[in-house]
Each structure stands twice: as structure tokens, then as C-alpha cells.
């Protein structure tokens, strides 16, 4: 049987198709080239994808040998889940394996919002001892709000524990027992609204929907602190990205920190990248060597169950 793989993907979730006698094929700029995509569909009995690989009901009818979809990562905005379940093809995510990287993500932002140390360093190495400029603020007793309380969020909670944050969240579909709010401690809010008014930072662990695209905008950043930060490691467009450019330079918060865009790569005429106070990362949350191992070999165990005849429990459709 033959595996495609159209995007990024560690070399040790290749090899354990290979020890399990699969052929792969790597491409990791494939998923950009579509009709090459289309025409080499055909051929394979798995496709493995990430983000930038649109499969949609043309991929899927194109796919036709296909048994299974294995997506390296866990948004599924890229994916038409009903035009899979209709084909009766399963798609799996790599449900939770990136968790931990994202979540040290957020640490790392909120640190380097109170503590920037490359900065710090560059005007030293200009010749500046500027201590008063660099005088930082400490995370702790600061408080963090968390839209969408699921497995990333409860370990960003975790950590902000550690250093003595006060976290908050809001997510209508937790319960007061969810781990988050039963072992963490998080306190529940019952609007957006209100998280917002509280929040020295906001961190957003939401998938892209039509209920949550542009869910943060003009009127909510109108409630949020002046110094406060907004975080998106989520998706892109779940930030109405102009209104956060007007915001930061109007000075309504004090910046953000963005991993995902809704354009991405960043264009080159974006005004956020204009914007010092606005910080951007290549959708790179997520990436640590460790979980992209971890990623890589959930989804290779889990696409060679389903091949063999099995059921994969990491399975959405």
C-alpha cells in the first residue's frame, strides 16, 4: 500500500511506515501544488496532510483508493469534514500531541512581553545600559484569560499556576467538572465580555468557525485593559486583524502576540507587520522537535490501524 504525504512531516512517523511495509511518498510543498496534487491522488491509499492542503470534495473524489485521511495536527479548518464523513473516509488528528508546545508558546509570549530580553540584549550591544527603560512587570498576580477552555488551554492554565497568575476562561461548553476547572482552578466567567474587562492577557484556544471568525473586534477590544495583550495560537481569523491594528496604535490595548493569520504567509504589505507592538511567528506554536515526533508518529500508528482494517479512536469523521 502507498502513503502520500503533502506537507511537513518528521522522518520518524515516515520510517514506522516503512517498518510496517507502507511505501511513502514526500512531498512537503505538494499541498501548495494542486494540480500535481489532484493528478497523483489517485494512486495512493493514504493522504497525510497538515494545514495547507485544502481537502475538499474535488481532493476527496480525486483520492478514490484513498482508505484514510491523517492530518498532522489538530485544526480541521482545512478539511470539509462533511464531504469525508459522506465518503465514508475517516479523518484523524493528532489529537493532543502538539499540547504542550503550544501551551509553552503562551508562557513564552507573556514573558517576553513583560521581560523583553532581545531587546534588552540588541540595545546593549548598541553600547546602552538603559536599566529604567528595561524595568519589566512580573507575571505574577497578574491574571490570564483563556477563550476556549480544552486540553491547551488547561495546560497553559497549569503553567500560569506556576507563576502565580490568576486565570480566568470562558467557554460555554464546559462543565464544572472539565479537568480545567476541577484540577486547575481556573474561574469561569459567563460572558466574552467579562473575561475581557478582567484580562491582562487573553489567549485564544478556539477552532475557526463561523460563530468564532472575527470574534474578537473593534467593540471587543473596546473592553479590554490599555495594557493589556491578546495572544492567538488558535487560528487565524479569529481576530478581526485590521481592528487589532487600530487598536494597538490607538493604544486601546498594548499589543499581541500572533502565531496564525488569516492570510498566511504574511503579506508584504500587512499593516500588523508595520506595527512593533504586534508580534508575529510563523505558525510555528505548535512546532517543537518533541511534538512534531509525537505528531508524526501518532498519525503514522493511527493510518496504519485504520489500513490494516482497524479503528482509529483518534478518528473525528
Request: hydrophobic fraction near 45%.
Amino acid at each position: 500500500m502507498k502513503v502520500l504525504v503533502t506537507e511537513l512531516m518528521w522522518n520518524d512517523g515516515m520510517e514506522e511506515l516503512k517498518r510496517n511495509g507502507y511505501s511513502v511518498d514526500y512531498d512537503m510543498e505538494l499541498g501548495r501544488k494542486r494540480k500535481e496534487l489532484l493528478e497523483l491522488a489517485p494512486n495512493y491509499d493514504a493522504l497525510i496532510v497538515r494545514n495547507e492542503t485544502k481537502v475538499d470534495p474535488e481532493l476527496l473524489d480525486a483520492a478514490k483508493n484513498a482508505k484514510v485521511i491523517g492530518r498532522l495536527g489538530v485544526g480541521l479548518d482545512n478539511i470539509d469534514l462533511e464531504a469525508a464523513k459522506e465518503r465514508n473516509m475517516p479523518v484523524i488528528p493528532a489529537i493532543h500531541a502538539n499540547a504542550t508546545s503550544v501551551a509553552e508558546y503562551v508562557m513564552a509570549a507573556m514573558l517576553d512581553a513583560y521581560r523583553p530580553l532581545a531587546e534588552a540584549d540588541a540595545d546593549v550591544r548598541r553600547g546602552n545600559w538603559d536599566r529604567k527603560f528595561f524595568t519589566g512587570y512580573e507575571l505574577n498576580g497578574k491574571k490570564l484569560g483563556l477563550i476556549g477552555m480544552g486540553e491547551i488551554a488547561h495546560r497553559v492554565a497549569k503553567r500560569a499556576n506556576a507563576f502565580g497568575m490568576e486565570t480566568i476562561g470562558y467557554d460555554p461548553f464546559v462543565t464544572p467538572f472539565d479537568h480545567i476547572l476541577a484540577e486547575t482552578g481556573v474561574r469561569p466567567v459567563e460572558t466574552l465580555d467579562e473575561m475581557l474587562a478582567e484580562a491582562d492577557f487573553v489567549s485564544v484556544h478556539v477552532p475557526l468557525t463561523k460563530v468564532t471568525r472575527h470574534m474578537i473586534n473593534k467593540e471587543k477590544f473596546s473592553l479590554m485593559k490599555s495594557h493589556a495583550y491578546v495572544i492567538n495560537s488558535a487560528r487565524g481569523g479569529i481576530i478581526h486583524e485590521q481592528d487589532l491594528a487600530e487598536a494597538v496604535q490607538s493604544g486601546k490595548i498594548a499589543g499581541a502576540y500572533l502565531d496564525v493569520l488569516e492570510t498566511e504567509p504574511v503579506q508584504r504589505d500587512s499593516l500588523l507587520s508595520q506595527i512593533e507592538s504586534i508580534h508575529l511567528s510563523p505558525h510555528i506554536a505548535g512546532l517543537t522537535d518533541e511534538s512534531q515526533s509525537r505528531t508524526a508518529m501518532l498519525i503514522a500508528q493511527e493510518v496504519i490501524r485504520v489500513l490494516n482494517g482497524g479503528k482509529s479512536l483518534c478518528a473525528v469523521v
